[in-house]
C-alpha cells in the first residue's frame, strides 16, 4: 500500500530538507548554465548536477536515463574539437539507452511473470471447480 507521506515506496530517499537541496541544485544549474560555453563546469559539472538533482526528485530512473539519452545524442558532435562533445555526450547516451533498454526488459519480464502466475491461479481455480465432491 502507498502511504501519503511516501508516493513512491521504492525510492528511499523523500527526506523533505534533501528534497529541497535538490531544488535547490536544480535553480543553480538554471541560473549558471550557459550552453555552449566551453570548460567543464558547463559541460559537464552543471548537468550532472541538474541530472542527480532531477533524479533525487523524480524517483524515476526510466525517465532520466531517457532524457539524459536524448539530450547527449542531441548534443553529440563526433567532428568537434571539445572532448564532451566529440566523446562524452555519445558515451552518455549510449550508456544511458542501454539503461532504458535493460530496465524496459527487467519491467517486461517481471509483468510476464506476473501474468503467468495470474493463469496459473486461474487454471488451478478452475480445476477445483470442475472437480466432483
Known amino acids: 500500500m502507498v502511504e501519503p507521506s511516501n508516493p513512491n515506496p521504492r525510492m528511499?530517499?523523500?527526506?523533505?530538507?534533501?528534497?529541497?537541496?535538490?531544488?535547490?541544485?536544480?535553480?543553480?544549474?538554471f541560473i549558471f548554465y550557459q550552453p555552449g560555453a566551453p570548460g567543464l563546469l558547463h559541460n559537464l559539472l552543471l548537468p550532472l548536477v541538474a541530472l542527480l538533482s532531477a533524479w533525487y526528485i523524480t524517483g524515476s530512473l526510466v525517465a532520466?536515463?531517457?532524457?539524459?539519452?536524448?539530450?547527449?545524442?542531441?548534443h553529440a558532435d563526433r567532428d568537434s574539437a571539445q572532448f564532451a562533445e566529440a566523446v562524452l555526450y555519445p558515451a552518455l547516451g549510449l550508456l544511458a539507452g542501454a539503461i532504458v533498454a535493460v530496465a524496459l526488459a527487467l519491467r517486461f519480464r517481471a509483468a510476464m511473470l506476473r501474468r503467468r502466475a495470474q493463469r496459473e491461479i486461474m487454471r488451478t481455480r478452475d480445476d477445483a471447480s470442475q472437480d466432483p465432491p
Open 12 to 29: 528511499g530517499h523523500t527526506v523533505p530538507h534533501l528534497r529541497l537541496l535538490a531544488l535547490i541544485g536544480l535553480a543553480v544549474v
Open 64 to 74: 532520466i536515463a531517457l532524457a539524459v539519452m536524448l539530450l547527449s545524442l542531441a
